[in-house]
């Protein structure tokens, strides 16, 4: 697949979805929801060690593909390696899902409970950016017929095996340097934002 072919059908998206008002935000929302449905306490977020023990926030910049933070839950493990400000007006944040449990695992708990949304299954449709700042939520871009701009796990995770995810949302005012991850049944992870190329 041609990586740039890739990137224009995604601003492609975007620019629909930013252009047909499909940007929703959900003004004086702050941290916290989407908390663990079984009960369970999700563990906290964790910034990822560097090869020197360091925090890799105090390293100067990860390298491709390496998560910027990761949060773990019920044997997932989620983690952010990129969150950037794109041209368009979008913020997209790339990163990896590993299945460390029992089984096959098709991400049914990060369905969103917005009904548009609801028809795409296992994805990372019920994902949110949340600016504490400005007091804030940003739900996940979609196109006019409901699909989000997002990764959508057709046929699962194997047990064990880790894959690629993104997700798209309106951008923060440009003051925001910093937001709040959140993906139902994981706990929230802080990312800063960067401009995109």
Not at 15 to 25: E, K, P, Q, R
Not at 55 to 82: C, F, H, M, R, W
Not at 105 to 118: F, H, P, R, T, V
């Amino acid at each position: 697949m041609d990586f740039r072919h890739t990137m224009k059908g995604r601003r492609a998206l975007s620019a629909v979805a930013i252009t047909t008002g499909l940007l929703l935000t959900v003004a004086g929302c702050g941290g916290g929801g989407g908390g663990d449905k079984s009960g369970k306490e999700p563990s906290a977020s964790t910034p990822v060690q560097n090869s020197s023990g360091g925090n890799a926030k105090e390293s100067s910049a990860p390298a491709a593909d390496q998560p910027i933070v990761e949060v773990k839950s019920n044997g997932i493990t989620l983690a952010v390696t990129s969150a950037k400000r794109d041209q368009g007006g979008f913020v997209t944040i790339n990163g990896k899902v590993t299945n460390g449990t029992s089984g096959l695992w098709i991400g049914a708990e990060w369905i969103s409970d917005e009904n548009e949304l609801k028809k795409n299954g296992g994805s990372l449709a019920g994902a949110s950016l949340v600016d504490e700042k400005g007091k804030k939520k940003y739900l996940i871009l979609r196109d006019t017929e409901g699909r989000c701009l997002c990764t959508k796990f057709q046929g699962g995770v194997a047990q064990g095996a880790t894959v690629d995810w993104f997700a798209q949302f309106p951008a923060p005012p440009a003051g925001t340097t910093s937001v709040q991850f959140q993906v139902p049944t994981m706990p929230p992870a802080t990312v800063e934002l960067s401009d995109g190329e």
